[in-house]
T-cell receptor, first 109, second 111 residues
Framework: ELKVEQNPLFLSMQEGKNYTIYCNYS?????LYWYRQDPGKSLESLFVLLSNGAVKQEGRLMASLDTKARLSTLHITAAVHDLSATYFCAVGGSYIPTFGRGTSLIVHP | ETGVTQSPTHLIKTRGQQVTLRCSSQSGHNTVSWYQQALGQGPQFIFQYYREEENGRGNFPPRFSGLQFPNYSSELNVNALELDDSALYLCAVQGLNTEAFFGQGTRLTVV
């Protein structure tokens, strides 16, 4: 059974600081997703990572994938308040992703 | 923009009742998945439909059932509602080799 673990589960950070969210998964998979969810809202797709060494960047967020280590990271650079949300990684198998528990990020002044 | 629409957005039901949730997409993706998201948790996979056939199922009892229609819209039916069924229910559509695009969800409260 595929297990996906994220850490930390809660993250409070100051504006302007950098931080990394980690996503570990238990079995080999061909794709990894990062999603953002605002309170009471649905999930917004951020990144899809398809191969070992894949790196994608959008604004202050950068995601990477190491399939050998079964690890993905979501790096936040110079955080701003608008990034406050819950971030989920999901690992895909046969197009049915298994989600982690999410990292609740709060960015404060 | 896939335009995934779910209805209703909010629903309150009594324990033991039955509920039907609906999902439609403007894009015509032929794969639809349903997820249950309890408060503070990640979405849990319920089942997936591909071309009107169930294509995979998570660890949910048979009282959770679904349908996909020729226009790729979908329903999730839950019988004999229990208090623990209270959650946000999300549908997601996807095509081959694409990520899943989620609807806004239906917030179900069972009292």
């Amino acid at each position: 059974e595929l297990k996906v673990e994220q850490n930390p589960l809660f993250l409070s950070m100051q504006e302007g600081k950098n931080y990394t969210i980690y996503c570990n998964y238990s079995t080999t998979s061909d794709r990894l997703y990062w999603y953002r969810q605002d309170p009471g809202k649905s999930l917004e797709s951020l990144f899809v990572l398809l191969s070992n060494g894949a790196v994608k960047q959008e604004g202050r967020l950068m995601a990477s994938l190491d399939t050998k280590a079964r690890l993905s990271t979501l790096h936040i650079t110079a955080a701003v308040h608008d990034l406050s949300a819950t971030y989920f990684c999901a690992v895909g198998g046969s197009y049915i992703p298994t989600f982690g528990r999410g990292t609740s990020l709060i960015v404060h002044p | 923009e896939t335009g995934v629409t779910q209805s209703p957005t909010h629903l309150i039901k009594t324990r033991g009742q039955q509920v039907t949730l609906r999902c439609s997409s403007q894009s015509g993706h032929n794969t639809v998945s349903w997820y249950q998201q309890a408060l503070g948790q990640g979405p849990q996979f319920i089942f997936q439909y591909y071309r009107e056939e169930e294509n995979g199922r998570g660890n949910f009892p048979p009282r959770f059932s679904g349908l996909q229609f020729p226009n790729y819209s979908s329903e999730l039916n839950v019988n004999a509602l229990e208090l623990d069924d209270s959650a946000l229910y999300l549908c997601a559509v996807q095509g081959l080799n694409t990520e899943a695009f989620f609807g806004q969800g239906t917030r179900l409260t069972v009292v």
